[in-house]
């Protein structure tokens, strides 16, 4: 498949080196024609017709000639043939070389003087001053004028030949005139094509450089699926250990083979499939859209990636705000009766004559009298939730100092080890934020473990991922971990796959999370452990 055409800036030189070919193609000319007027000297056909006169001063000129132009040839390297000065000079002695074999040759019967036609035409091109090739034409008449009467003061000649050389002056003008005009007219041709390019080359850069910052991923893909041009937004979104001159020729199912199959089916049926989906387990989620390049064409696709993380959370903000005004107007009033049913529940726990069975149905009155009060002070919590204020963190000594006091609070027996081999790494986070988010972590860690193993343990793990530039800290535990079709709904508010959850403490900490500029994701290790990772960007550490 043929690449896009790539333009390039237009040289500021062009002119001079469209004259250097010309001066190049006249050198040649030269040469040739300084060959061409030995030999007809030489030939019996055209003997008579050169060096009639003079043939000594004839062959004179003509090796002289040569010898120029073999010059000119040496010096063809050379930047002086850009120089208007020397070019006159290099015409001037065109002109002199061959008034003077025209003079050898018998005047205007030799015919050379209409080889100053010539010189004059070049000159008129390649003389973007136009007071020098005037002059050049203005010359080349004077000396002719002045070798016809020169000879004819010698009577080598009739004063009739006054008469060509008349004619062959007008002809002179008119050619150094028209060839002007020509060659006026195709040099603003040339600036304006020279402009337009610059113009078309500038706009490119332009449309590339507001490509590669925008936001939105794009992505230039063959009839075939692959991946051909990527911009830089599209390349975290998809894959962001990788560099972006790695990605090209890749193809759509190499990232995810949900994205190739929306693209094929966009293809068949020339229908979105307006499906989030993510490349990895914490990878954004990415919305696809599909455009063809030229419309009518099916060779070449674009594909427009977004990331769909604002719009849910956007989403969850706006439930979470309706919902938090609506606790926050209600809360009194569901307070009030709550507490009640709770004191009346424990009223009946401490009395000596209710029954066992009344015992245990007072025990699940306070039980979740307990739960909804604790769902409506998350909800307030969220509603009124603070900007966080950002601290650096000597983790190496802050993680097990937090855990030591964390356990403290726990009444029954925990094991919770830390590995952390950095002890000079700071991280930027908000004290109360982290205590909140890795409490709830190791919270739900030690039930997990508990759960499987019947044991409370957990590991806590501080990585450095210098591909992403991140700082990872990993809360593992040995839980039967989430299946693969409800971690989407994991951080979602009221979510939850224990009984006793309030659905709100994983959201919470999603939120604390990205407030402090960090993120929250839900993952296997290699050994198939469940794991929580806090990933903090390169700027909060």
């Known amino acids: 498949m043929n690449r896009p055409a790539i333009l390039t800036r237009p040289s500021p030189h062009s002119v001079s080196q469209q004259n250097a070919v010309l001066f190049r193609i006249y050198v040649g000319y030269r040469s040739l024609l300084s060959i061409a007027l030995l030999i007809m000297l030489v030939s019996p056909n055209t003997r008579q017709l050169v060096g009639s006169l003079n043939p000594t001063l004839y062959v004179t000129v003509a090796l002289l000639y040569l010898g120029t132009s073999a010059l000119l040839l040496g ?25 003077l074999m025209t003079d050898a040759s018998g005047g205007m019967t030799s015919g050379l003087p209409v080889l100053l036609v010539i010189t004059v035409a070049a000159s008129a091109v390649m003389i973007p001053n136009r007071t020098l090739a005037t002059l050049i034409a203005a010359l080349s008449v004077l000396a002719t004028l002045a070798d016809t009467v020169w000879l004819i003061l010698r009577n080598e000649i009739g004063i009739n030949e006054l008469f060509r050389v008349g004619l062959l002056g007008l002809l002179i003008f008119g050619v150094s005139v028209m060839v002007q005009f020509v060659a006026w007219r195709l040099t603003r041709a040339e600036e304006l094509a020279r402009d337009r390019a610059s113009d078309l080359y500038n706009l490119q850069r332009l449309n590339e450089q507001i490509v590669q910052h925008m936001q939105t991923g794009i992505l230039l893909v063959t009839e075939e699926g692959a991946v051909r041009v990527l911009n830089k937004a599209a390349s975290p979104l998809l894959s962001p250990d990788r560099a972006i001159t790695m990605e090209q020729g890749r193809k759509l199912a190499d990232y995810s083979p949900e994205l190739a199959a929306q693209y094929q089916y966009w293809r068949e049926t020339d229908q979105h499939r307006m499906q989030p989906f993510r490349v990895s387990e914490e990878a954004p989620q990415v919305m696809a859209h599909f455009q063809a390049l030229q419309p009518g064409t099916e060779r070449e696709t674009l594909v427009f990636l977004e990331d769909y993380t604002p719009v849910t959370q956007q989403a969850q903000s ?44 007072a025990d699940i009155i306070q039980q979740h009298s307990k739960r909804v009060n604790q769902t409506v002070e998350s909800v307030m919590q969220i509603s009124r939730r603070e900007l966080p204020k950002p601290e650096y963190l000597l983790l190496a000594e802050w993680l097990p100092d937090f855990i030591g006091r964390h356990l403290d609070t726990i009444r029954d027996e925990a094991e919770i080890t830390v590995d952390c081999s950095y002890p000079d790494l700071l991280v930027e986070f908000d004290q109360e934020n982290l205590q909140r988010v890795l409490g709830n972590l190791l919270d739900n860690a030690l039930r997990h473990s508990k759960m499987a193993t019947g044991r409370e343990t957990a590991r806590v793990e501080v990585t450095l991922e210098f591909s992403r530039h991140q700082c990872l800290i990993d809360v593992v535990d040995q839980g039967t971990g989430v299946p693969p079709k409800e971690r989407s709904k994991l951080f979602e508010p009221f979510y939850t796959t224990v009984e006793e959850g309030s659905g709100m403490g994983l959201f919470l900490c999603k939120e604390l999370c990205e407030i402090n500029n960090a993120g929250l994701h839900y993952r296997t290790t290699s050994s198939g452990e469940s794991c929580f990772r806090l990933s903090l960007n390169q700027r909060a550490f």
């Open 318 to 361: 706006l439930k979470l705000s309706s919902l938090g005004r609506l606790t926050a107007s209600i809360a009194h009033e569901i307070r009030n009766p709550l507490g009640a049913i709770s004191h009346a529940a424990q009223l009946l726990q401490e009395s000596t004559t209710l029954a066992p069975a009344d015992q245990r149905l």
């Open 75 to 99: 010096s063809l390297a050379s930047d002086w043939r850009y120089n208007q000065r020397m070019l006159f000079l290099v015409f001037l002695v065109d002109i002199v070389a061959i008034v």
